[in-house]
């Protein structure tokens, strides 16, 4: 059984880089087939950002969600499959917040909500439930009648959702498809609990190296119930955990801008770390644009620079 070991660093500390010379060291030094290693994330972003890197098959870099729905030998996706979003829209067509509006194939390897839970629609707020694992009684009486009826609609179509990727996983398997030597997770920050719970029990069953990699205080998906404490705890026994406190990316005044930003933000997970950065000054400006109109963000950026 795999020993959780972790490499923790801000943005431009070299994660990657680490992650890439831990693959390359197990590969060349070690003789464990390039096939036999599997690296994920939460995102397709960060996953594409693996598949760039590291010197492994593509289809060994992708998300949880992705490896789950292979694991489980590829059911019908309700939310996919346009037949059963057609059926499902039409036998629920008086409740406009029980629609779904259907995802591409490849939403595989994207997160499973798309908005703040809030605002989201039932199925959105369900999931939520699940993967956090949520006993909050508000959350679940606004999905309640709901889940009855997408958990019965799910049985009678012998299909599954995207949360029940990680769930029946989670539940009913021992290793990550192909049980991999090595398994490697990257921005494991943004990680659900269940999504989480299932990373750490397939890296377990690795037999060689289980590595989790990240930054705490750069959790983006908190509003959906993503938790970084496990990078935050004691390792695990037998672990080891590289801190990386330089960066390479930012220069001195971004650097100590964004690590004011998330002093304020992380809830405390800033406190007490140090960090450096590259010797030159740089510098922070206010841009007069609206953050949500990337467009002209981007074209102010461009002329201050030139």
């Known amino acids: 059984m795999a020993v959780q070991n972790q490499i923790i660093g801000r943005a431009g500390s070299g994660k990657t880089e680490q992650g890439k010379r831990h693959v390359e060291s197990w590969i060349d030094r070690d003789g464990v087939s390039p096939a036999s290693i599997v690296c994920t994330a939460f995102t397709r972003a960060a996953a594409q950002v693996l598949r760039g890197r590291l010197p492994i098959p593509t289809q060994n870099a992708t998300t949880l969600n992705a ?43 994207d997160v499973a909500l798309s908005e703040a839970p809030e605002g989201g629609s039932a199925l959105e707020r369900y999931s939520l439930y699940r993967a956090t694992g949520q006993t909050s009684l508000p959350l679940w009486e606004s999905v309640k009648a709901f889940a009855v009826r997408w958990e019965d609609f799910k049985l009678r179509t012998g299909s599954i959702d995207f949360q029940d990727m990680i769930t029946y996983a989670l539940r009913d398997t021992d290793a990550c498809p192909g049980d991999p030597e090595c398994f490697v997770v990257d921005e494991a920050q943004d990680l659900q609990p269940s999504h989480w719970a299932l990373a750490e029990k397939w890296g377990a069953a690795a037999p060689y190296r289980f590595v989790a990699m990240g930054d705490p205080a750069q959790t983006l998906y908190s509003w959906i119930g993503a938790n970084p404490w496990h990078l935050v705890n004691p390792v695990p026994d037998g672990g080891i955990r590289v801190q990386l406190s330089h960066t390479y990316r930012c220069p001195q005044k971004v650097m100590a801008e964004a690590e004011g930003f998330l002093a304020q933000h992380s809830g405390g997970l800033t406190d007490g770390r140090a960090w450096s950065t590259e010797p030159r000054e740089g510098g922070c400006y206010d841009f007069p644009v609206n953050w949500q109109d990337p467009g002209a963000l981007v074209a102010a950026a461009i002329g201050h620079m030139e």
């Open 67 to 109: 490896l789950a729905y292979r694991a489980l030998g590829h059911f019908p996706i309700a939310e996919v499959d346009k037949d059963l979003v057609e059926t499902w829209n039409n036998e629920v067509r008086h409740v406009t917040e029980w629609q779904i509006a259907g995802k591409q194939k490849d939403a595989l390897e």
